[in-house]
């Protein structure tokens, strides 16, 4: 396979709950504030870049947001995609030592989900870089059918109401809030691929496809499948594979309709006047994604994704869901639920369920390490690699040279600028670097610039 860029932007919920069960002490903005005070005592805005390369920062409406470092490979964005949820768990309990000494018992909460119960969205973003090419939209058409279907492998899984009241599961957290197929806009028409031309790279070169249709994924499973299947279509759209007779008659209606098909029945209108299920097609793009790669050349962890792909796809064709119902997060959620409602009477709509949901996907302290523990959730990570990634960038990308420059400036207490391509010292230096290349791992003029923020006096007071 040939290299590609790739990464993640995950936003967060965040809320804040009293120790002693009263009303909550501080709501989502304030909370926001104090969660990111180190940062904005420290003069930095709640904007910053990580020496691991990656970015986090508070986004529109309270949400915190973790953007991995440009990643080439499957390890490297697991690990810093788990590294970010690591990163914002310390920084919540630094918040409510914050509290405490305040006189506040409270205690922050970080949701990794896609909806609060307001009905507000929030997502899970991918990014894959491609080479420029003038035929961008027709691949990007026939990519839609593919993320359409694809969230009866890699949805979250989620409760919600049918328009006539009833309560019931479903696979997917975000479908339902995509207004577009295609469209250059990200909330006004919040669309499945998001086509605007901003690749962060060499623009002669390249250009990034961004994906917001995805959901926020807890196991680990789920995002490499995520991740790597949609590598592997790009890999072998690359090579010639053609999907142009899978494209959808209406992928909004289809991905709606389909959330809620369990069972695997639903036939979709396709485009050419035939009807498939979701499982065919996603079925069909697999055969074709193996039909063009070189599945000897491929790593572990893809030849794991390319196993867990059909694998999954023959679970819900069947309907019996035992064989995924340790990796994928939706088959995980509903054995919980169901058990749970078993044990205790609950129904959908009972606010116990409501809050085992959110416990699911609470990364201050939820269920997913006890989860992993137990062996109920696989997990394919380790916390060495996640101790390790909180603080180094993957090796074979510009994060690199990005952590390397950003460690660098916090050792000599330097304000460097910084944004995905620029790096550029601040103060009476006007050293700029632009990293357009999102391969290279050394640079010569970043190296320059380190010895600069080295040998130099310190501009912030220590």
């Not at 995980?332 to 369920?353: H, M, N, P, W």
Request: with cysteine; charged share 30%; proline share 2%.
């Amino acid at each position: 396979m040939d290299r590609r860029i790739y990464g993640l932007e995950t936003e967060y919920g965040i809320t804040c709950a009293a120790t002693d069960g009263s009303a909550s002490p501080l709501n989502a903005e304030q909370a926001a504030r104090e969660l990111f005070a180190p940062f904005t005592k420290r003069g930095r805005s709640t904007n910053a870049f990580l020496a691991n390369g990656g970015r986090l920062y508070l986004d529109v409406g309270a949400h915190p947001e973790y953007a991995t470092a440009e990643c080439d490979n499957l390890w490297d964005l697991l690990v810093q995609d788990r590294a970010g949820c690591e990163l914002l768990a310390d920084m919540a309990a630094t918040a409510d030592q914050s509290l405490a000494q305040a006189g506040i018992q409270a205690r922050i909460h970080l949701l990794r989900n896609n909806f609060d119960y307001e009905g507000n969205s929030f997502g899970c973003h991918e990014n894959y870089l491609l080479r420029r090419r003038r035929d961008f939209r027709e691949v990007a058409d026939s990519l839609v059918a593919f993320f359409v279907t694809r969230q009866i492998l890699v949805g979250a899984g989620a409760i919600k109401q049918y328009e006539d009241g009833q309560w019931a599961y479903c696979f997917s957290a975000r479908s339902d809030q995509m207004l577009d197929a295609i469209s250059a806009a990200t909330t006004r028409a919040r669309p499945i691929i998001n086509a605007r031309d901003e690749p962060l790279a060499d623009a002669s070169a390249y250009r990034r496809m961004h994906v917001i249709v995805g959901d926020s994924n807890m196991a680990e499973a789920s995002t490499a499948l995520k991740v790597g299947s949609a590598e592997l279509l790009l890999d072998a759209l690359d090579r010639g594979a053609d999907l142009a007779d899978l494209a959808l008659a209406d992928p909004l209606k289809a991905i709606r309709d389909l959330n809620w098909d369990l069972e695997g029945t639903l036939e979709l209108e396709m485009a050419d006047g035939t009807k498939k299920r979701a499982v065919d097609i996603q079925r069909l793009i697999r055969q074709r994604v193996l039909d063009r790669i070189d599945q000897s050349s491929l790593d572990d962890i893809t030849r794991y994704v390319v196993e867990l792909w059909g694998r999954s796809i023959d679970a819900i064709d069947s309907g019996d869901w035992s064989a995924i119902e340790t990796e994928l997060d939706f088959a995980i959620k509903r054995k919980l639920v169901e058990a749970y409602s078993e044990r205790t009477g609950a129904q959908f709509d009972d606010v116990r369920v409501t809050r085992l949901l959110l416990d699911y996907h609470d990364v201050t302290g939820g269920l997913r390490s006890k989860f992993e523990s137990a062996g109920l959730m696989t997990r394919l990570t380790t916390e060495e690699l996640i101790e390790a990634g909180k603080t180094t960038p993957p090796q074979t990308t510009r994060a690199i040279l990005r952590g390397k420059a950003i460690a660098a400036a916090e050792i000599a207490r330097r304000d460097l600028g910084v944004d995905w391509v620029h790096l550029r010292l601040e103060g009476d230096s006007t050293t700029q670097v632009a990293l357009q290349d999102p391969f290279a791992t050394e640079d010569s003029r970043v190296e320059r610039l380190v010895e600069e923020i080295i040998e130099s006096q310190p501009i912030l007071p220590a």
